[in-house]
């Protein structure tokens, strides 16, 4: 268990309703990722995070918005909730500066947008 | 933009047989991660690929990879149903805070017996 806890692990929303999804976790850890799982595409990043208030768009960021004001915390907002934002969300954590230890992944959140 | 490509995408085998998954990328990386997932789970981390040449075995699973060709193999051997899950390589890119993973778009494995 690498400490890192997603909420909510369900949702379903309607289009055009703002969403907030929260990864947690416990560790400290200064790297923290959002990504998107669909078929076909695997896991594509949304946006990561280097530290509070540091954060950078990943490959389809469009549509999405995050937040990191405190270290445990990273949210991923949805302004405006679409039927192509059904999804399902994973959250990673890198431990340390380097690449020799691979991402820790959260439990995900399976959101439903109709 | 780094493209990661997994082939082949759907693999069904018989149990007690061997083959290979391969992992193509677009541009010059120097670590590969291996990774598991079941359905409805999270992602497992199996193996982490370091340097060129590296090759690293657990259980039937044995990774390896050529940075030169850019390319990575997951081998298996002698399936049983316990391997059926997808398995996804992803790729680092980027430096220092702008580093993150890329990942294949996984190869969905059945295991029949």
């Known amino acids: 268990d690498a400490g890192i806890t997603q909420s909510p692990r369900h949702k379903v929303t309607e289009t055009g309703t703002p969403v907030t999804l929260r990864c947690h976790q416990t560790e400290n850890h200064r790297y923290m990722y959002w990504y998107r799982q669909d078929p076909g595409h695997g896991l594509r990043l949304i946006h990561y995070?280097?530290?509070?208030?540091?954060?950078d768009k990943g490959e389809v960021s469009d549509g999405y918005s995050v937040s990191r004001s405190k270290t445990e915390d990273f949210l991923l907002t949805l302004e405006s909730a679409t039927s192509s934002q059904t999804s399902v969300y994973f959250c990673?954590?890198?431990f340390g500066q380097g690449w020799n230890s691979p991402l820790h992944f959260g439990n995900g959140t399976r959101l439903t947008v109709t | 933009e780094l493209k990661v490509e997994q082939n082949p995408l759907f693999l069904s085998m018989q149990e007690g047989k061997n083959y290979t998954i391969y992992c193509n990328y677009s541009?010059?990386?120097?670590?590969l991660y291996w990774y598991r997932q079941d359905p409805g789970k999270s992602l497992e981390s199996l193996f982490v690929l370091l340097s060129n040449g590296a090759v690293k075995q657990e259980g039937r699973l044995m990774a390896s990879l050529d940075t030169k060709a850019r390319l990575s193999t997951l081998h298996i051997t002698a399936a049983v149903h316990d391997l059926s899950a997808t398995y996804f390589c992803?790729?680092?890119?980027?430096?220092?805070?702008?580093?993150?993973?890329?990942f294949g778009e996984g190869t969905q494995l059945t295991v029949n017996p």
């Open positions: 992803a790729v680092k890119i980027g430096e220092t805070s702008g580093s993150r993973l890329t």
């Open positions: 541009t010059t990386s120097d670590r």
């Open positions: 995070s280097y530290g509070v208030k540091d954060t």
């Open positions: 990673a954590i890198r």
